[in-house]
T-cell receptor, first 115, second 115 residues
Framework: AQKVTQAQTEISVVEKEDVTLDCVYE???????LFWYKQPPSGELVFLIR??????QNEISGRYSWNFQKSTSSFNFTITASQVVDSAVYFC????????????FGGGTRLMVKP | DAGITQSPRHKVTETGTPVTLRCHQT?????MYWYRQDPGHGLRLIHY???????DKGEVSDGYSVSRSKTEDFLLTLESATSSQTSVYFC??????????????FGDGTRLSIL
């Protein structure tokens, strides 16, 4: 069985602070894929990034960066210089070639960025 | 934005009544999914489809049925709604299966309340 744990249910920061959202996953498969989605207050789900298990390079996209570490089964997401518009619920998700089309989500982390 | 339309966007109904939610896509993607979102659980897969008339169960399929008679439409039916099915329902689509190579893109959700 696959499992994704986002231990931080809610984080509150002040604008311009850096913040890291943690994601720990469990899978028995050697080939798997990790995702982050953002759900702003308007409710839609926005795809942010996909990473496969063979690519451990960290990725940076503007103020966003992702740190994938297989040794600790973690795929953490950092927002640098946070802005109010970053306020949202962020979901980490996992699937694999043996998962039967199932995308397993973590419980989500609600990020509140205060001005 | 991926061309996904969910209808209705909001619905309030009574226990025991049948309910059908519709997901319509304009992307001609082969795979379509229904999820429910509940606090603390993230999103959980209900059913998915890998082609016209081809469907399979997800993690929380009890009490739900689906149908896909056309590539563009995927219907989710609650035959006899119960209060435990009060939730936000999301439709998703993807080009390829297993969610692996291509990310799933989500509709805007349907908020369903069963009294």
């Amino acid at each position: 069985a696959q499992k994704v744990t986002q231990a931080q249910t809610e984080i509150s920061v002040v604008e311009k602070e850096d913040v890291t959202l943690d994601c720990v996953y469990e899978t028995r498969d050697t080939t798997y894929y990790l995702f982050w989605y953002k759900q702003p207050p308007s409710g839609e789900l926005v795809f942010l990034i996909r990473r496969n298990s063979f690519d451990e390079q960290n990725e940076i996209s503007g103020r966003y960066s992702w740190n994938f570490q297989k040794s600790t089964s973690s795929f953490n997401f950092t927002i640098t210089a946070s802005q109010v518009v970053d306020s949202a619920v962020y979901f980490c998700a996992l699937t694999s070639n043996n998962a039967g089309n199932m995308l397993t989500f973590g419980g989500g982390t609600r990020l509140m960025v205060k001005p | 934005d991926a061309g996904i339309t969910q209808s209705p966007r909001h619905k309030v109904t009574e226990t025991g009544t049948p309910v059908t939610l519709r997901c319509h896509q304009t992307e001609n993607h082969r795979y379509m999914y229904w999820y429910r979102q509940d606090p603390g659980h993230g999103l959980r897969l209900i059913h998915y489809s890998y082609g016209v008339k081809d469907t399979d169960k997800g993690e929380v399929s009890d009490g739900y049925s689906v149908s896909r008679s056309k590539t563009e439409d995927f219907l989710l039916t609650l035959e006899s709604a119960t209060s435990s099915q009060t939730s936000v329902y999301f439709c998703a689509i993807s080009e390829s299966g297993q969610g692996a190579d291509q990310p799933q893109h989500f509709g805007d959700g349907t908020r369903l309340s069963i009294l």
